[in-house]
């Protein structure tokens, strides 16, 4: 399962832009795409390039010759989810 959570530090950072220290530019160098692909949705841009961030995980790896071929085989399931940190929730994303 891949989980996303609300108010993630590195999502935020992401999508306001600008300079962060250390590794943490690697890690927001691969949510660009998310934020790129959500920033027209309406509603919370930090929670919508979260769930985007999301989904583009879990296609990351169905796409693993290795894990595709046991999801078709029903060996293996790729599902998504966000965590509400307020509630303590987790709800699917797909």
């Not at 160098?29 to 027209?40: C, G, H, M, T």
């Not at 879990?58 to 071929?69: A, E, F, H, N, Y």
């Amino acid at each position: 399962m891949v989980v996303g959570h609300e108010r993630c530090g590195v999502v935020s950072a992401a999508v306001k832009g600008g300079e962060v220290p250390g590794q943490i530019g690697s890690l927001i160098e691969a949510i660009k795409p998310s934020v790129e692909s959500s920033k027209d949705q309406s509603g919370d841009k930090i929670e919508n390039a979260c769930k985007a961030n999301i989904l583009a995980q879990i296609k990351k790896l169905k796409s693993s010759p290795v894990l595709s071929k046991l999801i078709d085989e029903e060996k293996l399931k790729i599902a998504g989810a966000y965590y509400d940190l307020d509630t303590g929730k987790i709800s699917m994303v797909d």
